[in-house]
C-alpha cells in the first residue's frame, strides 16, 4: 500500500474515531440529563457502575466469541488505572457538589494544562507556539460559553484539584497502558472494566445518598425510566470503548482539546430540546472561538515540530505494530449531573 494511501486510511479511521466519540458522548449526556431531570434518578456514580457493568458483559461476549483476544495486563497496573478512573469520577461529583459551577467548569478546563504538564514531563514532549496558542484559544472559547459564577472554598479546591488530577492522569494511562502493552481498546476495557463495575456498584449508592440524600433502592422504578437506563447503559458501551480509542490513537491532550467540540454540541443540542434559555451573544462568540481554536490546534499539532516527542520511547512486550492497533474509563460528564441542580 503506497503511502498516501496508508495516509488516506488512517485520515479516515481518525476521523471515524472522533465522530462515534462525539456522538455517543453527546447522546449519553442528553440521555442522561432526560433521566436525572425528566424522572429523577440523580444516582450519578451508581449510574456509571451500571455503565462498566454493562460495558463489562459485552467485553466477556465478544471474548467467548473469538472477537477479542487474550492478553495480559499486571494487576498493579489495573489498581493504579482503576485508583485513578474512580477518583476522577467521584472527585467530579464532589467538586460539583461543593463549588459553584463557574469554578467547576474552570477545574475542567485545567485539565489541558495539566495533561500537558504529565506529556511534557513524563513523555519528553514538545509544544510548537502555535499549538500553545490554538490551546489557549479553545480554552478561551469554552471559558466564555460555560463560565459563569465563580465561587470557589477550601475544601472544594482540594476536590476539584483531586478531580482533574486524577482525571489527567487516568486519560494519560489509558494511552501509556495502550502503548506500552500494545493492545487495543476492547482488550483494555477488558482488563479494567470489571474492577471499576465492581467498585462503584460498592461504592456507587453510598456516594449518592451522600450527595443527593436519596437512596437508590428507595427510587421509583417505571417502566420509562428503566428503559432509559438501559439505553444510557448500552450508549455507554460505546461512550467507554470510543474514549479508549481515540486517546489510544491520538494523546489525552488531544482528546481534551478536540472533545470540546462535544461541550459545544451539548450547548446547542441543550438549546435544541430543552429551550433556549441561555443562548445569547457571548455564549455564541465563546462557540466560534473555541471551534476555531480547535480548528487550529488540529492544524498546528499535526505540522513537523507541532507537537513531537523528543527521544523517549516505551518498552512494549510485544512487537506487534500499535499503530495499526483498532485502537471512556468514562469520566462523568458535567452535564449530566447538573440535570438535578
Given at each position: 500500500m503506497s503511502s498516501a494511501s496508508k495516509g488516506d486510511r488512517k485520515a479516515s479511521l481518525d476521523a471515524a474515531s472522533w465522530l462515534f466519540n462525539v456522538v455517543t458522548s453527546v447522546a449519553i449526556i442528553l440521555v442522561n440529563k432526560a433521566l436525572m431531570a425528566t424522572y429523577g434518578f440523580s444516582f450519578a456514580t451508581t449510574l456509571t457502575g451500571m455503565h462498566f457493568?454493562?460495558?463489562?458483559?459485552?467485553?466477556?461476549?465478544?471474548?467467548?466469541?473469538?472477537?477479542?483476544?487474550?492478553?495480559?495486563?499486571?494487576?498493579?497496573?489495573?489498581?493504579?488505572?482503576?485508583?485513578?478512573?474512580?477518583?476522577?469520577?467521584?472527585?467530579?461529583?464532589?467538586?460539583?457538589?461543593?463549588?459553584?459551577?463557574?469554578?467547576?467548569?474552570?477545574?475542567?478546563?485545567?485539565?489541558?494544562?495539566?495533561?500537558?504538564?504529565?506529556?511534557?514531563?513524563?513523555?519528553?514532549?514538545?509544544?510548537?507556539?502555535?499549538?500553545?496558542?490554538?490551546?489557549?484559544?479553545?480554552?478561551?472559547?469554552?471559558?466564555?460559553?460555560?463560565?459563569?459564577?465563580?465561587?470557589?472554598?477550601?475544601?472544594?479546591?482540594?476536590?476539584?484539584?483531586?478531580?482533574?488530577?486524577?482525571?489527567?492522569?487516568?486519560?494519560?494511562?489509558?494511552?501509556?497502558?495502550?502503548?506500552?502493552?500494545?493492545?487495543?481498546?476492547?482488550?483494555?476495557?477488558?482488563?479494567?472494566?470489571?474492577?471499576?463495575?465492581?467498585?462503584?456498584?460498592?461504592?456507587?449508592?453510598?456516594?449518592?445518598?451522600?450527595?443527593?440524600?436519596?437512596?437508590?433502592?428507595?427510587?421509583?422504578?417505571?417502566?420509562?425510566?428503566?428503559?432509559f437506563i438501559i439505553l444510557s447503559c448500552t450508549i455507554a458501551v460505546g461512550t467507554n470503548l470510543s474514549q479508549f480509542i481515540c486517546i489510544g490513537r491520538f494523546t489525552a491532550v488531544s482528546f481534551q482539546v478536540l472533545g470540546h467540540m462535544k461541550t459545544i454540541l451539548v450547548l446547542f443540542m441543550g438549546f435544541i430540546f430543552f429551550g433556549k434559555e441561555g443562548l445569547n451573544l457571548h455564549v455564541v462568540l465563546g462557540m466560534t472561538i473555541a471551534i476555531a481554536g480547535m480548528v487550529w490546534y488540529g492544524n498546528a499539532s499535526s505540522k513537523p515540530g507541532g507537537k513531537e516527542r523528543r527521544s523517549f520511547s516505551i518498552p512494549t512486550t510485544k512487537t506487534q505494530d500499535y499503530a495499526a492497533l483498532p485502537v471512556s474509563s468514562e469520566s462523568v460528564e458535567k452535564e449530566s449531573l447538573l440535570a438535578t441542580p
Open positions: 457493568a454493562t460495558t463489562t458483559l459485552l467485553t466477556v461476549i465478544l471474548k467467548s466469541l473469538g472477537y477479542i483476544q487474550t492478553s495480559h495486563l499486571p494487576k498493579s497496573d489495573i489498581i493504579k488505572f482503576v485508583l485513578f478512573a474512580n477518583c476522577s469520577i467521584v472527585g467530579m461529583n464532589v467538586s460539583l457538589m461543593w463549588n459553584s459551577v463557574g469554578f467547576y467548569q474552570i477545574a475542567k478546563l485545567t485539565m489541558i494544562p495539566v495533561s500537558c504538564l504529565l506529556e511534557v514531563v513524563l513523555d519528553n514532549v514538545r509544544y510548537s507556539r502555535d499549538t500553545k496558542l490554538s490551546i489557549i484559544l479553545v480554552l478561551a472559547g469554552v471559558a466564555v460559553c460555560t463560565v459563569t459564577d465563580v465561587s470557589v472554598n477550601a475544601k472544594g479546591f482540594i476536590a476539584a484539584v483531586i478531580a482533574v488530577c486524577s482525571t489527567a492522569l487516568q486519560q494519560y494511562y489509558v494511552h501509556y497502558l495502550q502503548r506500552k502493552y500494545s493492545i487495543g481498546s476492547f482488550n483494555l476495557l477488558g482488563h479494567t472494566a470489571p474492577a471499576q463495575a465492581a467498585s462503584l456498584l460498592l461504592v456507587g449508592p453510598f456516594m449518592d445518598y451522600w450527595l443527593t440524600n436519596k437512596r437508590v433502592d428507595a427510587y421509583d422504578y417505571g417502566l420509562t425510566s428503566v428503559l
